[in-house]
């Protein structure tokens, strides 16, 4: 049997494992060691885990990972989820749809200083969910707005999949966080669009809510001075070049374990749980970087990814068509799959391919690009049925509204996520234009 036959059988046994829900870093372990095993024996085999998982894991940017999962932690116990959404709720919550719309905001504002999906999705739907109810939200509405808001904490810096995205292709984490900038704008004003159409299509869906006095507004400005000037600091530092990513990510979460101390009330326990939690997320994500690993030196033995390039380029297909293909790839994964897994698992194999290809843009360009679309496209697929995991976070939150509700409540959602990564493909400068500006 031939190495690039062996690899798509391998690749198929992966498939099984995964929808066995055998954990997809156990799976990519197995199949990897497996096919390298096959492939080359025993003694190749343990001279690659002689030094595998400390090449990998001494890699000076993976440092930023667990700082900005402890200063997500941190966040979340200072009360900066509630502060943020207050704070967009006395400037939008007397509108139609405006509690809605500043749940949005809310969650683009914790996805700032957090950097997950799933927890952005969860933190801020405890949040809202209560506010929305009291003002008679409809279900759709709440739970669907909540849901598709959860994915801009992944998007908008600083981004922890944007890390490992940009260790696997070799590009640089400020850049990756520059160019995410304008694509997480475009997506919080889309879902904002949406909610607008959405109550004046159906009224009574998104209610108005109460205003606010002059007053109220400048006490939940004041709640949130303390967030904004880290985000400032953070981020900005990073590109004027005060520090690295890595000492930008340790200054956040000092700044918020600070807050989380002496506004939010974390003591000795809040602070353990803190530092476990984000030790376990830690573990959890370097172990699937480690299965990914394993699988790629197996792929590379295989040539699958090399061969498949090549076969495209014979093909001679329009490399928007074979962007799309992936595209939809990406989609479907989503559904099933987390998106850190979903980045480890396809950019050693999608990478290669449209490496090779010409977009009219020179190959650095290309990789930023590509990254921000893929990760929007592979976070569109935690909204999208039948296994939309930010869907089922939020529908846990609120058991009395049935699921398919929450789907239908997030189906504009998605056609906005359809509109804005067709605006990204169409026109790339939207992403790039704060990397070329900077850059130059």
Not at 6 to 26: D, E, K, N, S, Y
Request: proline share 5%; aromatic share 12%; with cysteine.
């Amino acid at each position: 049997m031939e190495g690039l036959e062996f690899g798509f059988i391998m690749l198929g046994v992966l498939l099984v494992l995964i929808a066995l829900r055998l954990p997809i870093a156990i799976a990519m372990i197995t199949v990897g060691v497996a096919g390298y095993l096959t492939l080359a024996g025993w003694t190749p085999l343990l001279n690659y885990f002689n030094s595998a998982a400390y090449w990998r894991f001494s890699t000076y940017d993976l440092s930023v990972v667990p700082l900005f999962l402890l200063m997500g932690q941190f966040a979340t116990h200072a009360g900066m989820s509630k502060a943020l959404f207050d704070a967009a709720n006395v400037f939008l919550g007397h509108k139609k749809g405006g509690v809605a719309m500043a749940a949005i905001g809310g969650c683009a504002g914790f996805g700032s200083i957090c950097g997950s999906s799933l927890a952005t999705a969860a933190t801020m739907g405890q949040v809202a969910l209560p506010e929305l109810r009291r003002f008679k939200y409809s279900g759709a509405l709440a739970t669907g707005a909540l849901a598709a808001g959860g994915t801009l904490g992944i998007l908008i810096p600083p981004s922890v999949i944007l890390v490992i995205y940009a260790v696997l292709v070799e590009a640089n984490i400020a850049t990756m966080f520059l160019a995410a900038f304008i694509p997480g704008f475009i997506a919080a004003l889309g879902y904002m669009i949406v909610i607008f159409i959405y109550v004046r299509v159906s009224p009574k869906s998104g209610p108005s809510g109460e205003k606010s006095t002059r007053s109220e507004r400048w006490s939940a400005l004041k709640e949130i001075w303390t967030v904004v000037l880290i985000f400032i600091i953070v981020i900005g530092g990073i590109y004027t070049g005060v520090f690295t990513p890595t000492e930008g990510a340790a200054f956040g979460a000092i700044g918020t374990g600070a807050l989380a101390y002496f506004h939010g009330g974390m003591r000795r326990e809040g602070f353990i749980d803190c530092v476990m939690s984000a030790g376990q997320t830690t573990a959890m994500i370097f172990l699937i970087i480690l299965g990914a690993d394993v699988l790629n030196v197996f792929l590379a033995l295989t040539q699958l990814p090399q061969e498949l390039a090549a076969m495209i380029g014979d093909a001679e297909l329009s490399p928007l068509l074979v962007l799309s293909i992936i595209l939809f790839f990406y989609l479907l994964g989503g559904c099933i799959m987390d998106s850190l897994s979903m980045i480890l698992l396809t950019i050693p194999i999608f990478w290669p391919i449209l490496e090779a290809m010409d977009f009219g843009m020179n190959p650095e360009d290309v990789k930023v690009w590509f990254g921000i679309v893929a990760l929007i496209v592979v976070e569109t697929g935690l909204i999208t049925p039948p296994v939309g995991m930010n869907v089922f976070v939020i529908n846990s939150m609120s058991k009395d509204i049935p699921i398919a509700q929450t789907f239908k409540g997030v189906a504009p959602f998605i056609a906005s996520d359809v509109v804005r990564v067709a605006l990204l493909v169409a026109f790339p400068g939207l992403t790039l234009f704060l990397v070329q500006l900077f850059g130059n």
